[in-house]
Structures are given as C-alpha cells and as structure tokens.
C-alpha cells in the first residue's frame, strides 16, 4: 500500500517539461485573456437570476464577494505551484510533486468532473441563448431538436442539436492548434468584456434604489421546482455563494496550460490572479446593476416574467424599455460562451494528457499531433462524449457539482503547497504566496464550508464520483503507473530524498 503515496520526483517533471511536445506560444497576456475566457460566461448571463431570487437578493453581491474571496486564496496557492512546476495537469501534477499518487489521482478525478460537467452545462447554456437569438430575427426550431429526451413534451424522438453541433464546433478549434484557438479566444473576450462594461454603464441610468431595499432581505421561503427552500438573509448569502461558486470556475484553467506557456513560471500567477481579480469586479458590479435594475422577487418563474430567470440581464433591460439592448446582450453571451466552453475542454484535455502521461490512464489521451501538436485524439474523443450527453441529458442540476470539484480541488491545492513548503522550503520560487499559514488555513476552511452549503444531491453524487475513481485507480491505475514501473522508478530513485535546489527554469 506505500506506492499509492509514491510522489512523482522533481526531476521528472523537468524531464517531461523538455520532453513535451506541445508548442509554446501562449504569453501573459493570451493566458489571461484565457482565464477572463472561462470565468465570465453563465455566471454573469444565467446565475445572477437565480442566485438573487433563490438566494441572496440585493445581497448576491456579498456573495460575489465571498466567493472571490474563497477563490483568492486559492489562486495564490496555485500560483506558488505554478512557479514549480510549470507543467500542464494543474492540481493534479501540483499534488502528485508534493503528497503522493493517490491523492494526485482523487484530484485529478475530481478535475475531470469539473470540467466534463461544465462543458455539458456551458453548451445547454449556449444552446439557449442560441434559440433566444434566432427567435429574435424570426426564426424558430423545432422543440424535438432543442430539447432533451427528457425535458421534451412532445413524443418521439429528441435531442438538444445545437449544444450537440456547438461541441463539435470548438473541438475543430482546438484540434487545429493551441495559438489559433488562443486568437479566437482573445477576439471572443475583448467582445464579451465590451458587453459586460455596456451593461454596467448603460444600466446605472436605469438603477431604482428602492430595489436594495432591504439588501439583504429577512429569511423567507421560496418555491424552487416542486420543492420549498429557505432563502435570503445571512444563510441566504452563503448558499449563494456556494450555488454561484460554478460562475468562478476557469481561472484554474490558466494552470492546465502551462505546458504551452512560453514563460509559465512568471506568466501564469500572473495570469491566474489578474484574471480572478478582473471578472470578481466585473460580477459584483452586474450583481447590483441588475438587482437596482429589477426588484429581486421579479426573477420568480411562476411571477409575472417567468422567463427572466433565463436570461436576467437581457430580461433587465427589456422590462426596463430598452428591448434594443437584449440584442447586444444576448449576442454578447451567445459568442461569449463559446469561449467558456472552449477553454473547459482545452483544460480538461490537458489535465487528461498530464495523467496519461503518467500512465494512470490509457496512453490515447497524451497522443500529441505530430503536426498541429495538439492532443488530437483526446480532443475527438472528449468532443463526443461531452456533445453526446449535453444533447441528451437534462443537466440543469449539475451546476453544483461541477461546483464540488472545483471547490474540492481548491481545498486540496491549499493543502498541498502548505505541505510543499514545509518538506521543500529550499524548492526556488519566483512567486510566493505571503503569510502562507493563514491563507491556507482561510482558503481551506471557507472552501469546505463552501461544500457543505451545496445541495444535499450534489454531494451524494459527488460523493458517488469520488468512489468510483477510486476504484478506477485501484484495478487500473495503480498498475499501469509509470512510478511503478522498473527501470522508470528506479531513474528517479535518488529523488525520493529531500532535495537540492534544482534547475527547473526552462
């Protein structure tokens, strides 16, 4: 049983750093624009609806708060990882360096659930504000090919064809190289950025103040489904935080691409935190736009704008008599979460290649191109599970648990470099997180109280994931783990030992 707390050497890190095939061609700048990329998109243009009504009302803003607090932390930890070990895995490779193999794998697991489940979210997201768009100018589809078996009224065949074909879409992207998606993805975020800015600019004129009033409005039930919740006052705020938390998701995103950083160990903290720290005031902003806008209770779906918690900045402006500006909006989110999507299935190919490249699973997912040196075949293959299952699956509760993992990998991230400062304090470090106890300790505990204030089936799913991996790990994984194998171990033998300071620049 000691080989599951096995850790992968330094030396190995740096020897898969000057063996990677991928091409370096990302600059601070282009992963920056990569983190904005992932993080501005449903959180901005779905959940502030319903984190106001089911949660927070005015108050969401304070949940913004507390969720970018729980995310700073976290990003100055894997920042300090970064500067390490600029390979791409992201917590993954940061655990497997410093705890061992198996808590390696848990993370990476849970990344995997992350980034699948919010792939398949952002694209039923996109698929609907897609259809919103073609209504606009006229144009209708079919319900059988827009919804789900399972949400579908009508009898026969269904299946959601434009989160389907929007898949697809970015995987041709991403296959034809990492510099050209990087480009599309630039081009994208300056576009939604604009859009973010013009809703707060031009929504300041239409601000009721008597909507804040109460900001945070006294506890009340609310009806959500066929089920009542209690919402607002101080819980209010900290479920909303945790519900809102999946808005935050993607500046890690930023770390799964360090592989094709062209100066990672500087480039990505910087990227990690300014991104973070842009879209936290970009979405505290919206948050009081939009509740000054509309009065929180009007996001009821059974009130009398039962699709404004749809799409609650476009349905703001409408009901404020600037239909014009919906059009901007809804645009603005309908390209804009392609780059959300595109950036979650470039993460979750790169944390897959990371792993595969530790022989934990099969060698198909670290193929690289030997032209366009992307992984090709990871990519083909996550592109049709991912679009099989948004096209097929009803996954509008699955926003919490892409929310589990990503909290859950925080947590661990704030553990792990905790761990490696302590037995590696020697390791060179060109960013270094200050007063490491206390924001580790802080980023730890906000995080797991994060998870506790997720929905009840999301945990037990979650739960349910995490047991499954491990079985994964113990009948596979764990057997095929290049550490284990002779000759590889053995090379990295030496390393086991309290380390020297090694030469990890690039």
């Known amino acids: 049983m000691s080989k599951i707390w096995t850790k992968k050497p330094m030396s190995a890190f740096e020897n898969d750093m000057k063996s990677s095939q991928l091409k370096r061609v990302l600059g601070k700048w282009s992963l920056t624009a990569i983190g904005i990329g992932a993080i501005i998109g449903g959180g901005i243009f779905v959940l502030t609806g319903t984190g106001a009504y089911y949660h927070a009302g005015p108050a969401l803003a304070i949940s913004f708060i507390i969720a970018g607090i729980a995310c700073i932390f976290a990003a100055l930890c894997y920042s300090e990882f970064a500067s390490i070990l600029p390979v791409e895995g992201s917590a993954y490779a940061y655990a497997y360096g410093t705890v061992g193999e198996i808590f390696a794998w848990i993370i990476g697991w849970g990344l995997i659930l992350e980034y699948a489940m919010g792939s398949m979210t952002v694209a039923v997201s996109w698929s609907g504000y897609f259809n919103k768009l073609l209504k606009m100018f006229g144009i209708h589809l079919p319900d059988y090919l827009t919804s789900d078996p399972a949400s579908y009224a009508g009898e026969g065949f269904a299946m959601n064809l434009p989160a389907f074909l929007i898949v697809l879409f970015v995987i041709g992207i991403l296959i034809k190289g990492t510099k050209e998606a990087a480009k599309t993805n630039n081009l994208i975020v300056i576009m939604k950025v604009s859009a973010v800015l013009f809703v707060i600019i031009a929504g300041v004129f239409f601000i009721n103040t008597a909507n804040w009033d109460p900001f945070i409005p006294a506890p009340a039930m609310v009806k959500e489904g066929e089920n009542m919740k209690e919402a607002y006052g101080v819980q209010g705020i900290i479920s909303g935080a945790a519900a809102i938390f999946f808005a935050y998701i993607g500046f890690d995103a930023v770390s799964t691409q360090a592989g094709e950083a062209i100066n990672p160990k500087k480039d990505v903290p910087f990227a990690i935190i300014v991104s973070l720290l842009v879209c936290t ?37 409408e009901i404020a008599g600037q239909g014009w500006a919906g059009y901007i909006i809804t645009i603005a989110a309908t390209v804009g979460l392609v780059s959300v999507l595109m950036v979650m299935i470039m993460g979750q190919s790169r944390i897959f290649l990371g792993m595969s490249k530790d022989g934990l699973i099969p060698k198909l997912f670290s193929d690289v191109h030997p032209v366009r040196k992307t992984p090709a075949k990871s990519l083909m293959l996550l592109g049709i599970v991912i679009a099989t299952i948004a096209a097929l699956t009803p996954i509008s509760k699955l926003a919490d648990m892409t929310s589990f993992g990503t909290l859950f990998a925080f947590t661990m991230v704030c553990v792990a470099v905790w761990i490696l400062r302590k037995k590696e304090p020697q390791l060179p470090r060109t960013f270094k997180v200050p007063a490491l106890p206390v924001i580790a300790t802080l980023g730890i505990c906000i995080n797991v109280y994060l998870i506790w204030n997720l929905s009840h089936e999301a945990k037990y799913l979650s739960l349910g994931w995490l047991v499954l991996g491990v079985l994964i790990y113990f009948t596979y994984s764990l057997k095929n783990s290049k550490l284990h194998k002779v000759g590889y171990g053995e090379t990295f033998k030496a390393e086991q030992e309290p380390l020297d300071k090694p030469d990890l620049d690039l």
């Not at 005031?281 to 806008?293: A, D, H, N, P, R």
């Not at 009007?298 to 918690?309: E, L, R, V, W």
């Open 281 to 317: 005031v970009l979405y505290i902003l919206v948050s009081l736009v939009l509740t000054g806008m509309m009065h929180y209770s009007d996001f009821d779906p059974q009130g009398k704008y039962p699709d404004a918690i749809k799409a609650p900045v476009a349905y703001a402006f």
